[in-house]
């Protein structure tokens, strides 16, 4: 398959983890704020993770390769990951939007429908995401793909069942809840698809591409998830979910890659 098709595949796959972490609520089941959070920290560590081994350390490798110097590849990735978070901070400055615990932030929403101000805030932080699993097939690298794709998919389950729990708790019905919750994954492979399509046009985009979506993830587990994880006095599980999602996505990564 191409790398378009590769990526495509692999962040659809990805984003539906999103609908299947959520199932249990079609089931009556729920779980604890406690239990969320040490989820949702695991999302973060399995993220943070794949930043780092799957995205930074390639690009570095992939610009030093293009250049033949280290230091003018560090600054390139240092350059693209600046521009990955100060791009979804400016869409979170711009778009209008709502989070369940700070409420709504970006430009005035009052026109906007309370469930669709939470659905553009999930498509700010999913679509990086699907970005990333497609620039990680760039070069035709089909394993670190594959290992960003069962990184972003294992993290997108407890992402899934905490936006399920949470549209519950706002009154909308389990297969309300369970059908904007598969939806908010379905982003990914947008993401996928647009990330592919531009690294395969030149392997001068590929160190920047990767470096892109690495700020982009990086920005939206320190300004979204990890706040999100403290504010109910359950850091230190949230910690421990973080350690262990980081060391099994790299474990992940030393495998696959």
Same mark, same amino acid.
């Given at each position: 398959? $191409?790398?378009?098709?590769?990526?495509?595949?692999?962040?659809?796959?990805?984003? &539906?983890m $999103?609908?299947?972490?959520?199932? %249990?609520? &079609?089931?009556?089941? $729920?779980?604890s704020r406690r239990s969320s959070d040490t989820l949702l920290g695991f999302a973060a560590g399995v993220m943070l993770s794949a930043s780092y081994f799957s995205l930074i350390l390639p690009g570095i490798e992939a610009a030093e390769g293009l250049y033949g110097s280290v230091t003018l590849a560090a600054l390139i990735i240092g350059a693209g990951i600046a521009l990955g978070a100060v791009t979804v901070a400016a869409l979170n400055?711009?778009? %209008?939007?709502?989070?369940f615990i700070e409420g709504r932030e970006g430009l005035d929403s009052a026109a906007l429908g309370k469930i669709w101000l939470f659905v553009i805030a999930i498509t700010i932080h999913n679509f990086p995401e699907?970005?990333?699993?497609g620039v990680g097939?760039?070069?035709?690298?089909?394993?670190?793909?594959?290992? &960003? @794709?069962t990184g972003i998919g294992l993290?997108?389950? %407890?992402?899934?069942?905490?936006?399920?729990? @949470?549209?519950?708790?706002l009154n909308y019905s389990k297969w309300r809840s369970f059908a904007i919750a598969l939806a908010t994954g379905l982003v990914e492979p947008i993401?996928?698809?647009?990330?592919?399509w531009a690294v395969s046009f030149s392997e001068m985009i590929l160190p920047w591409g990767l470096a892109f979506a690495a700020g982009a993830m990086l920005y939206i587990i320190s300004h979204?998830?990890?706040?999100?994880t403290h504010r109910h006095g359950h850091q230190n599980r949230a910690t421990t979910g973080l350690i262990v999602g980081l060391i099994l996505m790299m474990v992940l990564d030393v495998s696959l890659g």
């Open positions: 398959m $191409t790398i378009v098709m590769w990526g495509l595949l692999a962040s659809l796959a990805a984003g &539906l $999103t609908g299947v972490g959520a199932l %249990p609520i &079609l089931f009556g089941r $729920t779980i400055e711009a778009l %209008p939007h709502e989070h699907g970005m990333a699993v097939f760039g070069g035709g690298n089909v394993q670190n793909g594959i290992s &960003l @794709a993290q997108n389950a %407890p992402e899934g069942l905490a936006v399920a729990v @949470a549209l519950r708790g993401g996928g698809l647009i990330g592919a979204e998830i990890i706040p999100e």
